[in-house]
C-alpha cells in the first residue's frame, strides 16, 4: 500500500537529539492524525490536524512538536526524549474530521531512544 | 471526552469456533464505530464499521452489533481462521474525536 507513507521507518536516536520523523499521504485527505502506539498504550492520539490546522494536542509533551504545512504532509519533530517516549510512531490520515470517515495508517516509524 | 473500553484483552480460540469482542463508549453523540485488525508487524486496517442508525452490519464470517441505549457494540467473528489471528481494534467518534480501545489480542489455534 502507499496511500500512507512514513519516514524512516526505524529510527534509534541519543537523549540529547534532534530527529523529525514524516508522514505523507496521497488520497487527498484533510485530516492527519500522530498516535504513539506502546506495550501500555495501544493506541494512543497525539494531535490532529484537520486542513492544516491544529483541532487537537492530547495533552503531550512538548518535546513533540508537530508541523502540518499541507494537508498531504505531517511532521513529528523530537528532541530531549526520554528512553520511555520509545514505541512505534503511526500516523494516519483521514478524508476529514466533521462526520465519520475511516482512517488510513502508514506503516509506522519503530522509535528507540537510548 | 469519550471514553472506550474493550474486553477482553486477549482471546484465544480453536480454529472454527466464534470470538467476540465487546467494547463500551462513554459519550452518547458518538456516531461511527469502526473496528480495526492489526496484524503482527503491520498497520491497523479498518475490517468493519456501523453508524448510530443502524444497530446490526454484516460482512461474510465478520458481523458488528450496536446498543445506543446501553452505549456498547461489539465484533463477531465466526468460523475463526489462523489469519484472524491479530489484535482488533474498536473505536468511538462524535464528529470531531476518535478514540481507540485498549485492543484485544486474538489467538487462533489450528
Known amino acids: 500500500e502507499t496511500g500512507v507513507t512514513q519516514t524512516p521507518r526505524h529510527l534509534v536516536m541519543g537523549m540529547t537529539n534532534k530527529k523529525s520523523l514524516k508522514c505523507e499521504q496521497h488520497?487527498?485527505?484533510?485530516?492527519m492524525y500522530w498516535y504513539k502506539q506502546s506495550a501500555k498504550k495501544p493506541l494512543e492520539l497525539m494531535f490532529v490536524?484537520?486542513?492544516?490546522?491544529?483541532?487537537e494536542n492530547n495533552s503531550v509533551p512538548s518535546r513533540f512538536s508537530p508541523e502540518c504545512p499541507n494537508s498531504s504532509h505531517l511532521f513529528l519533530h523530537l528532541h530531549t526524549l526520554q528512553p520511555e517516549d520509545s514505541a512505534l510512531y503511526l500516523c494516519?490520515?483521514?478524508?476529514?474530521?466533521?462526520?465519520?470517515?475511516?482512517?488510513?495508517f502508514g506503516p509506522g516509524t519503530r522509535l528507540t531512544v537510548t | 471526552g469519550e471514553n472506550v473500553e474493550q474486553h477482553p484483552s486477549t482471546l484465544s480460540v480453536q480454529e472454527g469456533d466464534s470470538a467476540v469482542i465487546k467494547c463500551t463508549y462513554s459519550?452518547?453523540?458518538?456516531?461511527?464505530f469502526p473496528w480495526y485488525k492489526q496484524e503482527l508487524g503491520k498497520r491497523p486496517q479498518l475490517i468493519i464499521d456501523?453508524?448510530?442508525?443502524?444497530g446490526e452490519k454484516k460482512d461474510q464470517r465478520i458481523a458488528v452489533t450496536l446498543n445506543k441505549t446501553a452505549k456498547h457494540f461489539s465484533l463477531h467473528i465466526t468460523e475463526t481462521q489462523p489469519e484472524d489471528s491479530a489484535v482488533y481494534f474498536c473505536?468511538?467518534?462524535?464528529?470531531?474525536?476518535?478514540?481507540f480501545g485498549a485492543g484485544t489480542r486474538l489467538t487462533v489455534k489450528p
Open positions: 494516519a490520515s483521514s478524508q476529514d474530521l466533521a462526520g465519520a470517515f475511516e482512517q488510513y
Open positions: 488520497l487527498g485527505h484533510n485530516a
Open positions: 490536524y484537520n486542513f492544516k490546522e491544529q483541532t
Open positions: 459519550d452518547s453523540a458518538s456516531n461511527y
Open positions: 456501523i453508524r448510530s442508525n443502524v
Open positions: 473505536a468511538a467518534h462524535n464528529n470531531n474525536d476518535m478514540r
